[in-house]
T-cell receptor, first 113, second 113 residues
């Protein structure tokens, strides 16, 4: 079993829909949670960064962390065709000084005009 | 533009050959990371350097090696190339090499024929 599980999709939704992207994890030591967006053949770029449980909002994006369920989500409101990309979750365990990102496989999102 | 530069953008070579990929981190970043991304494997962490010293190793093959120079640029050397080494290779940098944000370069696409 992988430490971080993420459905690879593709997830196809109509423009304007609310998108929900999710990752589950098995290591309770994870404390930092990130969502990266990757356009085709480009490098990933950081979208959201959260520490521990709770919600964080940034424009149309909301990141949610539920540590009790070991589950994180990224919500995209009013989705646009330009949101079509692969979304990767990443996590960092709080242990010693080796802050290595553990990555999900990425979910390919397609927003249909 | 993340501020991380990678050269070359594309590389086509034959099996058994050796190549060198180069990365310049963002100004002020001390840590460099190398990742491999292939279609069926997702983003795989290879190795991390911090201020010239190796800090962490991931799934890096013995045929691969890396180093970070005094000016903080880094090189990833891939030798005895196999067809399966064809992938996108990303470099990322961060300020401290801890849980801080990693900024990704545009990647080098390696094709081994």
């Amino acid at each position: 079993q992988k430490e971080v599980e993420q459905d690879p999709g593709p997830l196809s939704v109509p423009e304007g829909a609310i998108v929900s992207l999710n990752c589950t994890y098995s290591n309770s030591a994870f404390q930092y949670f990130m969502w990266y967006r990757q356009y085709s053949r480009k490098g990933p770029e950081l979208l959201m960064y959260t520490y521990s449980s709770g919600n964080k909002e940034d424009g149309r994006f909301t990141a949610q962390v539920d540590k009790s369920s070991k589950y994180i989500s990224l919500f995209i409101r009013d989705s646009q065709p330009s949101d079509s990309a692969t979304y990767l979750c990443a996590m960092v365990p709080l242990m010693d000084s080796n802050y290595q990102l553990i990555w999900g496989a990425g979910t390919k999102l397609i927003i249909k005009p | 533009d993340s501020g991380v530069t990678q050269t070359p953008k594309h590389l086509i070579t034959a099996t058994g050959q050796r190549v060198t990929l180069r990365c310049s981190p963002r100004s002020g970043d001390l840590s460099v990371y190398w990742y491999q991304q292939s279609l069926d494997q997702g983003l795989q962490f290879l190795i991390q350097y911090y201020n010239g010293e190796e800090r962490a190793k991931g799934n890096i093959l013995e045929r691969f090696s890396a180093q970070q120079f005094p000016d903080l640029h880094s090189e990833l050397n891939l030798s005895s190339l196999e067809l399966g080494d064809s992938a996108l290779y990303f470099c990322a940098s961060s300020e401290s090499g801890g849980e801080d944000t990693q900024y990704f370069g545009p990647g080098t696409r390696l094709t081994v024929l």
